[in-house]
């Protein structure tokens, strides 16, 4: 068993259709809550057999080993749970989007609006990189196939079920389909465990306990576990570990405990996984015959140009805004680190309805009363809508508290901003 050792980095902080348009607006928590859910839920899971015994290791030399692992050929099958106690992403969608969902049956194959599926429930993924310009990851079902192609600057993305397929190419490729141009997914999702040990270790400064604890083997590889804490009080999160390539440094595993305990947040690893190059099949694709094909520009004209996804884990969209109270647009942050909170200011200030309306139907009001608690104090009254991982409160006067923190929090947040 590798000794614990801890470290410091020194990295940033961090009814009818017409009627459930109208509803749609209500939903900022729940959506936000999603949001940051599919920031945390691409990474593979665990399959563990064992303890190794592995020569010692501080925290920051396997931090260095993170950083400097250039392996970039993999292929493998990872299982995700994810447990933030929200409802189907999928089915809010189906609910509340205006438009409704894809033709054919389906929710159609755009990878802003598919990807977050993986924020709820357990999935089991096929994955394969080549490089920076080839990745491809499958979200396998009973009897169909979900798949995302990048290869150089084309992209694909097909859904078996419905037959519908999504096209982007060039710039485009880049901009609407993933973060970077060598990313295949939506902006915010990572889809590799070294993304998203990279954006957790990104918050990794003073508000920060790192540790290196014990070893583990995951899908038949060496590993060390990277045990990452805050040191606040009030984050939802209670440590997040990830399990390391002892060989190449490569993050294998990542799972994330919430402060209250009980079951993880999400649980994901690698079942088996291979550093062979994958073959070149795996990058490319041809729709079949009679699939429904969507390009990016035409799926942006119609239902409007996608936004990131964000972070609302430390470091990532509010690292770029700025701690301490700096504020881009109608977006204030509050605080640093683990217990960073987003201040956003609704468009024109219109709070949670309490009572149903010709604006709210009675079956929409229901389910905003399910999911909230009213609150009360120095900023007048509210709702804080509650899962596992992001809380938010949205007051009466139309202002939304949001972040990984506990109600408690939000309250004096709200309390202090006013």
Not at 205 to 211: I, L, Q
Not at 320 to 343: M, R, V
Request: net charge neutral; glycine share 14%; proline share 6%.
């Amino acid at each position: 068993m590798a000794p614990n050792d801890s470290a410091e980095t020194n990295g940033g902080t961090r009814g009818t259709a017409a009627g459930r348009r109208k509803a749609a607006r209500y939903i900022v928590p729940v959506a936000v809550a999603g949001v940051a859910a599919a920031t945390i839920g691409l990474v593979p899971a665990l399959a563990s057999s064992g303890d190794p015994d592995l020569p010692k290791i501080s925290a920051q030399q396997l931090i260095e080993k993170i950083a400097a692992s250039d392996t970039e050929q993999l292929s493998g099958t990872v299982k995700i749970s994810t447990d933030l106690g929200i409802p189907s992403l999928g089915g809010l969608a189906e609910s509340f989007a205006p438009g409704g969902t894809g033709g054919k049956g389906g929710a159609g194959a755009d990878p802003q609006e598919r990807m977050t599926e993986l924020a709820s429930g357990t999935h089991t993924l096929r994955v394969a990189a080549d490089g920076p310009d080839k990745q491809r990851v499958s979200i396998l079902d009973d009897t169909s196939e979900y798949s995302l192609i990048r290869n150089g600057d084309q992209v694909w993305a097909y859904d078996s079920k419905s037959d519908q397929a999504y096209h982007a190419t060039g710039d485009r490729a880049g901009k609407d389909a993933g973060k970077k141009p060598g990313h295949p997914v939506p902006d915010g999702v990572p889809t590799t465990p070294k993304a998203l040990a990279e954006q957790v270790l990104k918050a990794a400064g003073p508000t920060t306990s790192v540790t290196v604890d014990g070893t583990a083997q995951v899908a038949g590889r060496d590993a060390y576990k990277l045990v990452v804490k805050p040191k606040q009080s009030g984050s939802t999160i209670g440590s997040v570990v990830v399990a390391v390539d002892a060989q190449n440094g490569v993050p294998l595993k990542f799972t994330m405990l919430p402060s209250s305990g009980g079951k993880a947040l999400v649980d994901a690893g690698f079942t088996k996984v291979d550093f062979a190059r994958p073959a070149a099949s795996s990058f490319t694709f041809t729709p079949p015959k009679g699939t429904e094909v969507t390009e990016a520009d035409d799926a942006k004209a119609e239902h409007g140009a996608g936004k990131g996804l964000g972070d609302l884990i430390p470091g990532a969209d509010a690292a770029q805004l700025g701690a301490g109270g700096k504020s881009a647009g109608n977006t204030k942050i509050i605080g640093e680190g683990w217990s960073t909170i987003a201040e956003i200011t609704t468009p024109g200030g219109t709070g949670i309805p309490s009572k149903a309306s010709d604006d709210v139907p009675a079956e929409a009001q229901q389910f905003l009363d399910a999911l909230g608690d009213k609150v009360t104090g120095k900023f007048g009254s509210g709702t804080v809508f509650k899962t596992r991982l992001v809380n938010a409160l949205m007051t009466d006067d139309g202002k939304v508290y949001v972040g990984a923190v506990t109600k408690d929090a939000l309250v004096k947040a709200a309390n202090s901003a006013s």
